[in-house]
């Protein structure tokens, strides 16, 4: 009977040692199972200058650390890539986040050190400053300085769109319009993120523009009109360069030089 109850004890022993390492050993699988999880690959087709990459990445890795993985691939450094997933994607956001699924294509643009340093764009007539009003005191507001002040006395466009002070907005889906040049004329401003291009339209022809070789972008608030800017393009790579534009709607001027520059300048 002592030995039987022995046997009995020893018995429940072993079933609780054997219930315990069995429930470890579930937990190191689960374990196992969720760092997979968390690690999961997906299958991306990434369209750069007209060939296509089919790569693998991290489904919970950011549009910054697929920038990075990128760059030995097309030779583009990541500051100077933009990256489309439904449009603009933003660095800190994950493929996850932006709803990326097995076999999505992703379109990059981008230009490598070489290629812009190499660039050297042609600027219309109507696009360069005059040398003059480009060579005034740095302090004074631009709204003050007597070129600009030659387009504001005009006053603000009938079909001006309605600007507001301390709101920042995303690019609209349709072109910009309702603006003015320097000559006084109306400007649209059209995007083209998939083809990394800007297109500058007036009545008389519409130019488009690389937005990687555009060196510069300058704004200020258009002083009693705040809710307005005065905005410079830089083209070449001095001042006299630049294309200014009025009347450009507040909200937009953060996403504008988040479309043109990135995150990155070059001059």
């Not at 507001?164 to 083209?192: H, Q, W, Y």
Request: contains cysteine; glycine residues 8%.
């Amino acid at each position: 009977m002592t030995n039987s109850k022995g046997d009995g004890e020893t018995d429940a022993t072993l079933t609780t040692e054997n219930d315990s390492g069995s429930s470890s050993e579930n937990q190191k699988k689960l374990k196992e199972v969720e760092k997979v999880s968390s690690s999961e690959m997906v299958s991306l087709k990434i369209l750069f200058n007209k060939k296509k990459h089919d790569i693998k990445f991290p489904f919970d890795n950011t549009i910054r650390q697929l920038k990075e993985h990128l760059e030995s691939i097309i030779n583009v450094p990541p500051d100077t890539q933009k990256v489309m997933v439904k449009g603009l994607a933003k660095d800190e956001k994950t493929l996850r986040e932006l709803g990326v699924t097995q076999g999505t294509k992703i379109m990059v643009v981008g230009s490598t050190v070489n290629d812009i340093l190499s660039v050297s764009t042609p600027v219309p007539q109507d696009f360069a400053d005059e040398r003059l009003g480009a060579s005034g005191s740095t302090k004074e507001p631009l709204c003050k300085q007597k070129m600009h002040l030659k387009v504001l006395e005009k006053g603000k466009p009938d079909d001006a769109w309605v600007g507001i002070k301390n709101c920042k907005d995303s690019l609209p889906e349709a072109p910009i319009s309702g603006m003015m040049n320097k000559m006084g004329g109306k400007v649209r401003l059209t995007f083209k993120l998939e083809s990394d291009q800007l297109w500058v339209g007036t009545k008389e022809r519409t130019e488009k523009i690389t937005m990687s070789t555009i060196k510069n972008v300058v704004s200020e608030p258009i002083e009693g009109h705040e809710e307005y800017h005065i905005m410079g393009l830089q083209l070449g790579p001095t001042e006299a360069s630049r294309y200014w534009i009025y009347w450009v709607p507040s909200q937009y001027i953060d996403a504008i030089k988040d479309a043109i520059l990135g995150k990155w300048k070059l001059f």
